[in-house]
């Protein structure tokens, strides 16, 4: 019933957040045809207002907006007009999408061995190690190391390229400088989750009981412990579906993101209000998964 009514909640949710992100992007200072080249003269203008429909109150806008939006229509670009949000949608959405789900991979084929490790080697050089290398990757941002992952492996050493995208070789570098950070946060989780997990006491019953070690740490600590990990993969993956923008700029991908970042610098009111719909969309789904999963690893979790 939870997951239900959250399904039935979902649309009102999006309703809101359109809303405030029509009426927003309105109200920032400037104009979706104050950065032409040539300044239009004031019957172009009006005309290119009256063609897109921005002369109209605005609740009779949002009015259009929605009923373009329930056809599955985001309407026109402001700044691409040739194009429609839905095309530019098409065209960097996969791109953006398959980077996230690369990077959240990488995150979580890294960070995991690495928290399980550094737990089961405490006071070990291996603890000190992975600990040491957690930390540096939640303190160097992704704006930081997609640089200098350019600069030693693409430029000095000329293993991998500089940018674009479509080889797997292209890919190697975006999806590491978008992963690192959360596979570091992803090991501590992890690392702290199974010391805590393992001083409980099912783990010294469950020895006492004969189990090898093995069944002890994979089949009862570790599915414990990885409970906070898949709590916050909800929000990670989220983050990297629609927070990649700087790492796509950076390697010259053709993402959504860069779309979002132009329409906001151009007010390009229509590609703005679409991507945030967009966006929540993903988040909102995302995280009802998320919460069902959880449920399913451990059954002890009742939302009310």
Same mark, same amino acid.
Not at 194 to 201: G, I, R, S, V, Y
Not at 227 to 249: M, Q
């Given at each position: 019933m939870h997951f239900l009514r959250r399904l039935a909640?979902?649309?009102?949710?999006?309703?809101?957040?359109?809303?405030?992100?029509?009426?927003?992007?309105?109200?920032a200072p400037g104009g979706p045809f104050d950065r032409e080249r040539k300044p239009a003269s004031p019957e172009i203008e009006r005309n290119l207002k009256e063609k897109y429909h921005l002369d109209e109150p605005i609740w009779k806008q949002y009015g259009r907006f929605l009923n373009d939006l329930l056809h599955g229509d985001f309407g026109t670009s402001l700044k691409y007009r040739n194009h429609t949000v839905n095309d530019i949608i098409a065209q960097g959405l996969p791109v953006s999408l398959t980077l996230g789900m690369l990077a959240f991979g990488f995150a979580m084929g890294v960070g995991l061995p690495v928290g399980f490790i550094t737990a089961m080697k405490r006071g070990h050089w291996e603890d000190y190690a992975g600990s040491v290398l957690a930390v540096l990757?939640?303190?160097?941002?992704?704006f930081v190391v997609a640089p200098l992952l350019i600069m030693f492996?693409?430029?000095?050493?000329?293993?991998?390229?500089?940018?674009?995208?479509?080889?797997?070789?292209?890919?190697?570098?975006?999806?590491?400088?978008?992963?690192?950070?959360?596979?570091?946060?992803?090991?501590?989780?992890?690392?702290?989750?199974?010391?805590?997990?393992?001083?409980?006491?099912?783990?010294?019953?469950?020895?006492?009981?004969?189990?090898?070690?093995?069944?002890?740490? !994979?089949?009862?600590?570790?599915?414990?412990? $990885?409970?906070? @990990? %898949?709590? *916050?993969?909800?929000? #990670?993956?989220?983050?990297? &579906?629609?927070?990649?923008?700087?790492?796509?700029?950076?390697?010259?991908?053709?993402?959504?993101?860069?779309?979002?970042?132009?329409?906001? !610098?151009?007010?390009?009111?229509?590609?703005? $209000?679409?991507? @945030? %719909?967009? *966006?929540?969309?993903? #988040?909102?789904?995302?995280? &009802?998964?998320?919460?069902?999963?959880?449920?399913?690893?451990?059954p002890r979790v009742k939302y009310e």
């Open positions: 909640f979902l649309p009102l949710l999006l309703l809101i957040i359109s809303l405030l992100a029509f009426v927003l992007v309105r109200l990757a939640v303190c160097i941002p992704g492996f693409a430029i000095k050493w000329r293993l991998l390229p500089v940018a674009l995208w479509g080889s797997p070789c292209q890919v190697m570098l975006p999806t590491i400088a978008l992963g690192l950070y959360f596979s570091g946060k992803i090991a501590r989780l992890l690392r702290e989750g199974m010391l805590n997990t393992m001083q409980a006491e099912f783990i010294t019953t469950a020895r006492a009981k004969g189990l090898g070690e093995n069944a002890v740490l !994979l089949k009862h600590a570790f599915r414990l412990a $990885v409970l906070p @990990v %898949v709590s *916050y993969s909800g929000p #990670l993956l989220a983050d990297l &579906l629609t927070g990649s923008f700087v790492i796509e700029n950076i390697f010259q991908l053709p993402g959504i993101g860069v779309f979002i970042v132009n329409g906001s !610098l151009n007010r390009d009111y229509t590609m703005v $209000v679409g991507l @945030v %719909v967009l *966006y929540a969309t993903l #988040l909102v789904v995302v995280n &009802l998964l998320v919460d069902l999963g959880y449920t399913l690893l451990d």
